[in-house]
């Protein structure tokens, strides 16, 4: 059996994904990368390399000589934080994935997931029910980047069959590690100061709805994508996947069943104008018929989750 890395695995995705992955392939084939010095304590019961995806040279280097075959290449600058750093963001969202593509085309590796996300749509996409084939006019760095991604991804596949499989992934919530700084991150920091006894601000106006997923169905969902039959495979930019679409109001009074005490009030800064931009809600209709695909959390059940396994703990780590 080929060996899997997961580059960018110290992120919100990366660590759940690099923890079902061993559970599923053993986590003696399963490689843990990331710039972090050292291994995350919830990742160190495998194989683990400090890696900077920029560094095109060790990244072959590293591919090549350990005979790794499949990568999950999720090291990114996420949308809040990429509009406070174009430029690097640009080289880190974009030279990171011609690395990887470059040696699928060459031979080296023989499947890649690289995740897209809402992000691609922009202001002039239709809001409600998002289609798979649309209007993409990203107004942010981050979708930008990922947007041309997408084509490129497509472009490799078509022109030299590289095995590219992608997701553009909603806004995603976990208990398990902190996100990283996208305009969904509201979703996950509200359970924390719920749990804490805390009021929360929230950086978007009350009613901005946005498509979100708990964490266990998109990792339910990359896996499942990556280990669908080839032919089945018929989108090579990126799949849309739904999930839930709420908005701040809707899962304040979801966390106020469960903790009556708990408060929120509204302070809307930058990632207003990012959040208006994407969709409501997504249609992942190709997703569904052509792998199965199929969320299985609601926001009651979330929620229920979220409260009972959040540890406050890890904000202080941050």
């Given at each position: 059996?080929?060996?899997?890395?997961v580059?960018?695995a110290?992120?919100?995705?990366?660590t759940?994904l690099?923890l079902?992955?061993?559970?599923?392939?053993?986590?003696?084939?399963?490689?843990?990368?990331?710039?972090?010095?050292?291994?995350?304590?919830?990742?160190?019961?495998?194989?683990?390399?400090?890696?900077?995806?920029?560094?095109?040279?060790?990244?072959?280097?590293?591919?090549?000589?350990?005979?790794?075959?499949?990568?999950?290449?999720?090291?990114?600058?996420?949308?809040?934080?990429?509009e406070?750093?174009?430029?690097?963001?640009?080289?880190?969202?974009?030279?990171?994935?011609?690395?990887?593509?470059?040696?699928a085309?060459?031979?080296?590796?023989?499947?890649?997931?690289?995740?897209?996300?809402?992000?691609?749509?922009?202001?002039?996409?239709?809001?409600?029910?998002?289609?798979?084939?649309?209007?993409?006019e990203?107004?942010?760095?981050?979708?930008i980047?990922?947007?041309?991604?997408?084509?490129?991804?497509?472009?490799?596949?078509?022109?030299?069959?590289v095995d590219?499989?992608?997701?553009?992934?909603?806004?995603l919530?976990?208990?398990?590690?902190?996100?990283?700084?996208?305009?969904?991150?509201?979703?996950?920091?509200?359970?924390?100061k719920?749990?804490?006894?805390?009021?929360?601000?929230?950086?978007?106006?009350?009613?901005?709805a946005?498509?979100m997923?708990?964490?266990?169905?998109?990792?339910?969902?990359?896996?499942?994508?990556?280990?669908?039959?080839?032919?089945n495979?018929?989108?090579?930019?990126?799949?849309?996947?739904?999930?839930?679409?709420?908005?701040p109001?809707?899962?304040?009074?979801?966390?106020?069943?469960?903790?009556?005490?708990f408060?929120?009030?509204?302070?809307?800064?930058?990632?207003?104008?990012?959040?208006?931009?994407?969709?409501?809600?997504?249609?992942?209709?190709?997703?569904?018929?052509?792998?199965?695909?199929?969320?299985?959390?609601?926001?009651?059940?979330?929620?229920?989750?979220?409260?009972?396994?959040?540890?406050?703990?890890?904000?202080?780590?941050?």
């Amino acid at each position: 059996m080929s060996k899997i890395i997961v580059i960018g695995a110290a992120g919100q995705i990366g660590t759940e994904l690099v923890l079902a992955l061993r559970k599923l392939n053993g986590e003696h084939r399963v490689v843990a990368a990331d710039l972090k010095d050292s291994c995350p304590p919830l990742l160190a019961g495998g194989a683990y390399v400090k890696m900077d995806i920029l560094d095109r040279d060790f990244v072959r280097e590293y591919i090549i000589k350990n005979e790794i075959k499949e990568v999950y290449l999720l090291a990114a600058l996420l949308s809040a934080t990429a509009e406070k750093n174009p430029d690097f963001a640009w080289k880190l969202n974009m030279e990171g994935l011609f690395t990887v593509l470059d040696l699928a085309k060459e031979g080296y590796i023989s499947k890649i997931f690289w995740p897209s996300s809402i992000a691609v749509f922009g202001p002039t996409t239709p809001m409600d029910n998002t289609p798979q084939h649309t209007i993409m006019e990203p107004s942010t760095v981050y979708g930008i980047s990922k947007q041309a991604g997408e084509r490129w991804c497509e472009y490799y596949f078509n022109k030299f069959n590289v095995d590219v499989r992608s997701i553009r992934y909603p806004g995603l919530i976990s208990y398990k590690s902190l996100p990283g700084g996208g305009t969904t991150d509201y979703a996950v920091d509200i359970f924390y100061k719920a749990k804490a006894g805390e009021k929360f601000t929230c950086f978007l106006k009350e009613d901005t709805a946005l498509p979100m997923m708990f964490m266990d169905d998109a990792i339910n969902a990359t896996i499942q994508l990556m280990e669908a039959p080839a032919e089945n495979i018929k989108i090579r930019s990126a799949y849309n996947l739904g999930g839930i679409s709420f908005t701040p109001k809707t899962i304040s009074k979801a966390i106020q069943k469960e903790i009556p005490s708990f408060e929120i009030d509204y302070q809307p800064d930058f990632r207003q104008a990012i959040a208006d931009s994407w969709p409501n809600s997504i249609d992942d209709t190709n997703a569904k018929k052509e792998w199965g695909w199929n969320h299985k959390f609601d926001l009651e059940a979330m929620v229920k989750v979220m409260l009972e396994n959040v540890k406050v703990e890890l904000l202080e780590t941050k």
